[in-house]
């Protein structure tokens, strides 16, 4: 899956609008729609930020792992 398949694919699983991303990124709604579109690529200051947001790691939104949530700190 493509990084901005994946993004709106979290933003949807979260039930936030584009609007709400835009404005959790501070950048209006149609820059965040060419992210996940794939018009734009997303700059690595967004990666951050939407790490936090939605609790799930750099690699998974940059489509580099398909392990969705981040490492919790606990061997098996």
Not at 2 to 30: M, P
Not at 57 to 70: F, K, Q, V, W
Request: hydrophobic share 30%; aromatic share 10%.
């Amino acid at each position: 899956m493509e990084c901005f398949e994946r993004l709106r694919a979290l933003r949807e699983d979260s039930d936030k609008t584009q609007e709400d991303v835009a404005n959790y990124l501070g950048i209006k709604r149609q820059m965040y729609r060419r992210y996940e579109t794939g018009e734009v690529d997303l700059p690595m200051r967004h990666v951050k930020n939407l790490v936090l947001l939605y609790q799930t790691t750099a690699d998974y939104i940059l489509g580099l792992s398909d392990e969705r949530n981040p490492y919790n700190g606990k061997r098996k």
